[in-house]
Antibody, heavy 120, light 107 residues
Framework: QLQLQESGPGLVQPSETLPLTCTVS??????????WVWIRQPPGKGLEWIGS???????YYNPSFMSRLTISVDTSKNQFSLKLKSVTAADTAVYFC????????????WGQGTLVTVSS | AIQLTQSPSSLSASVGDRVTISCRAS??????LAWYQQKPGKPPKLLIH???GLGGGVPSRFSGSGSGADFTLTISSLQPEDFATYYC?????????FGGGTKVEIK
């Protein structure tokens, strides 16, 4: 059974880079069925798709983040990562990692989420 | 980007009630729609895939319907564990987008 777990700093300074990692267990990140996904949810608000990565490294990004965003995969560690540059308070959110593969381009399962606060 | 508009944004209902939630897309998305249920402090859970398919372990009181640009999530008989926020999501084109959510509260 596929499981995902986010990790990263809970607090990031404004203008700095937000780094997050998602560790995949119960399956291989190189499984060709899956895309690996980042989604966020500001406190009390709705869900926003950030971007997706395939095990080969090919990516799809939300244009809202395009210039600030890098999503990558580390097959040796069975992990994928997000880096969001030049963060502001508006980037404060719970960040979820998820996968698609159970059902095409639909998110299942999800990690538990990690709250990242951007503040000095 | 395709916009998804959910209505209502919130509703109050009693146990046993039939509940319907609407999701309208800004353009035709064919059958590329999913529904998620989210409870406080938890990640969303895939409820309905591909408009009308039940996600794993999802009770049969949940159903989805629609096509094109108009979709509906129905709970046939609301149970205490169904009080949550529900989101629709389109995967017809990138960027994938979600509706604003519908919060189902206890009357």
């Amino acid at each position: 059974q596929l499981q995902l777990q986010e990790s990263g700093p809970g607090l990031v300074q404004p203008s700095e880079t937000l780094p997050l990692t998602c560790t995949v267990s119960g399956g291989s990140i190189t499984n060709s069925k899956y895309y690996w996904v980042w989604i966020r949810q500001p406190p009390g608000k709705g869900l926003e798709w950030i971007g997706s990565v395939y095990y080969s490294g090919s990516t799809y990004y939300n244009p809202s983040f395009m210039s600030r965003l890098t999503i990558s995969v580390d097959t040796s560690k069975n992990q994928f990562s997000l880096k969001l540059k030049s963060v502001t308070a508006a980037d404060t959110a719970v960040y979820f990692c998820a996968s698609t593969g159970t059902y095409y381009d639909q998110f299942d399962p999800w990690g538990q989420g990690t709250l990242v606060t951007v503040s000095s | 980007a395709i916009q998804l508009t959910q209505s209502p944004s919130s509703l109050s209902a009693s146990v046993g009630d039939r509940v319907t939630i609407s999701c309208r897309a800004s353009q035709d998305i064919s059958s590329a729609l999913a529904w998620y249920q989210q409870k406080p402090g938890k990640p969303p859970k895939l409820l309905i895939h591909d408009v009308s398919g039940l996600g794993g372990g999802v009770p049969s009181r949940f159903s989805g319907s629609g096509s094109g640009a108009d979709f509906t999530l129905t709970i046939s008989s609301l149970q205490p564990e169904d009080f949550a926020t529900y989101y629709c999501q389109q995967f017809r084109t990138y960027p994938f987008t979600f509706g604003g959510g519908t919060k189902v509260e206890i009357k």
